[in-house]
């Protein structure tokens, strides 16, 4: 069954970088792209950006432009979201989505990753 | 601020049928498909494409879509349908960055 299983919960400090890594297992790694998206408190959802684990392409979305990295490690069937120069409303908590053949929905997601920034 | 609007909040009577929509210029062109989520859990896809179910979610569950509306529809609302209901679909840019709505806060009385 296919799965996505995220690192755990993180506490940063302000300026810091947060890297939070999604394992895949169940389906072939590189015949889907990866999503991430993050919901901050008692907030909606908020698309970040996308990465094909087939090439490595990746699609940001434009407020995060200049501060996210999205990787994958096709020997480890893993997807990583880098984020640096953390500020307090980064606290969220992150999603990596598989998105589906089509690459017109996600539908798989992982656990959840919080991530804190706090002084 | 978000190019997918949703209604923030909607209630329906147990069994009773009640509908979500999302609007956005983007929807005229892509699908949008919904994602139901419960609190402390993360989303689970409902509605993809022109009207298509994933596999284990009830047939109460429908979509349809007329212009820059898309539409959710539960047909005899139930218990465990009360939720937050989000639309995602491309933004409306063309440069195939993805977008959620705001969400909808569905309430069973």
């Known amino acids: 069954q296919v799965q996505l299983v995220q690192s755990g919960a993180e506490v940063k400090k302000p300026g810091a970088s947060v890297k939070v890594s999604c394992k895949a297992s169940g389906y072939t790694f590189t015949s889907y792209g990866i999503s991430w998206v993050r919901q901050a408190p008692g907030q909606g959802l908020e698309w970040m950006g996308w990465?094909?684990?087939?090439?490595?392409?990746?699609n940001y979305a434009q407020k995060l432009q200049g501060r996210v990295t999205m990787t994958t490690d096709t020997s480890t069937s893993t997807a990583y979201m880098e984020l640096r120069s953390l500020r307090s409303d980064d606290t969220a908590v992150y999603y990596c989505?598989?998105?589906?053949?089509?690459?017109?929905?996600?539908?798989?997601w992982g656990q959840g990753t919080l991530v804190t920034v706090s002084s | 601020s978000s190019e997918l609007t949703q209604d923030p909040a909607v209630s329906v009577a147990l069994g009773q049928t009640v509908r979500i929509t999302c609007q956005g210029d983007?929807?005229?062109?892509?699908?949008a498909s919904w994602y139901q989520q419960k609190p402390g859990q993360a989303p689970v896809l409902v509605i993809y494409g022109k009207n298509n179910r994933p596999s284990g979610i009830p047939d109460r569950f429908s979509g349809s879509s007329s212009g820059n509306t898309a539409s959710l529809t539960i047909t005899g609302a139930q218990a465990e349908d009360e939720a937050d209901y989000y639309c995602?679909?491309?933004?409306?840019?063309?440069?195939?960055?993805?977008?959620f709505g705001g969400g909808t806060k569905l309430t069973v009385l």
């Open positions: 983007s929807l005229r062109s892509y699908y």
């Open positions: 989505a598989r998105e589906d053949s089509s690459g017109e929905s996600f539908d798989y």
């Open positions: 995602n679909s491309r933004d409306s840019s063309g440069n195939h960055r993805r977008v």
């Open positions: 990465i094909s684990a087939y090439n490595g392409n990746t």
